[in-house]
């Protein structure tokens, strides 16, 4: 079940996905938020050509926003919003986080390790599991993703 903040959240996430896409990035945005504030705690995009980094992920950057603005690794009370679900790398960035609920947008079918592929959430080598939604908005994340490789294959 989702809310007007999570729609509200998710519309801030695709946002930043097409800042991503104009960058020259894979569009992907995300967002880390309280829910009792109703505050964005931290927020990114896709990064890893612009800086050189392959853990550059709009998750991680976000996530690492979000624990350096609170000053602490830690994320309880938090919700993660991303427009694609996440692979293996930030589905165990969101569990060290102690994230408590993921909201992502787009199925990936290929490299996402939430309701595909590791399932990492279900694992027993899992320390903290989220509550995960997924599929919001998934249409706008989608399209995003397919008119940019669209457009980069000619």
């Known amino acids: 079940m989702t809310?007007?903040?999570d729609d509200e959240m998710m519309l801030r996430a695709i946002a930043l996905a097409e800042a991503a896409a104009?960058?020259?990035e894979a569009p992907i945005g995300a967002v880390v938020a309280d829910p009792a504030s109703g505050e964005i705690v931290g927020e990114a995009f896709n990064r890893p050509i612009g800086l050189s980094d392959p853990t550059a992920h709009a998750e991680i950057l976000a996530l690492r926003a979000a624990a350096a603005k609170l000053g602490n690794?830690?994320?309880p009370g938090l919700v993660l919003f991303v427009t694609l679900e996440?692979?293996?790398m930030c589905a165990g960035?969101?569990?060290?986080a102690r994230i408590s609920r993921l909201v992502y947008g787009a199925q990936d079918a290929k490299g996402g390790a939430v309701d595909n592929g590791q399932r990492f959430f279900t694992q027993p080598t899992?320390?903290?599991?989220p509550?995960?939604?997924g599929g919001l908005m998934a249409d706008q994340s989608s399209a995003l993703l397919k008119d940019f490789f669209?457009?980069?294959r000619g």
């Open 3 to 5: 809310t007007a903040f």
């Open 22 to 24: 104009g960058a020259g």
């Open 73 to 75: 690794y830690r994320l």
């Open 86 to 88: 996440p692979c293996a």
């Open 93 to 96: 960035a969101i569990s060290h």
């Open 126 to 129: 899992c320390h903290s599991r």
């Open 131 to 133: 509550e995960v939604v």
């Open 150 to 152: 669209r457009a980069r």
